[in-house]
Nanobody
Framework: QVQLVESGGGLVQAGGSLRLSCAAS????????MGWFRQAPGKDREFVAS????????YYADSVKGRFTISRDNVRKTVYLQMNSLKPEDTAVYYC????????????????WGQGTQVTVSS
């Protein structure tokens, strides 16, 4: 089992930046591919970005390409999401997730989820 705790959310103006963190405990962090998802009010949860076990491969939703960067630190057991040029439509609860599936970047499912952190971008 691995536990995930997101942090770093907040309120920012359009065009601003925010850095989210997801700290993992338990399990063996380096065996998990990690992903970020988000859910806006009244909408389904959607994929944002993912990173493989060793951090050599990343994958992004078209809506965030060129603006968001996912990274990981396997020593600190933390995955990050650097969000730049934020838009009001980025407003959502952002969730960190982990999977031990091998079919990166489109695993069948993510096994573990954090509680989410709120990101609000004002227009």
């Amino acid at each position: 089992q691995v536990q995930l705790v997101e942090s770093g959310g907040g309120l920012v103006q359009a065009g601003g930046s925010l850095r989210l963190s997801c700290a993992a405990s338990g399990g063996t962090f380096s065996v998990y591919s990690m992903g970020w998802f988000r859910q806006a009010p009244g909408k389904d949860r959607e994929f944002v970005a993912s990173i493989n076990r060793n951090g050599l491969s990343t994958y992004y939703a078209d809506s965030v390409k060129g603006r968001f960067t996912i990274s990981r630190d396997n020593v600190r057991k933390t995955v990050y999401l650097q969000m730049n040029s934020l838009k009001p439509e980025d407003t959502a609860v952002y969730y960190c997730a982990a999977t031990n599936a091998l079919d990166f970047p489109r695993p069948r499912k993510y096994d573990y989820w954090g509680q989410g952190t709120q990101v609000t971008v004002s227009s």
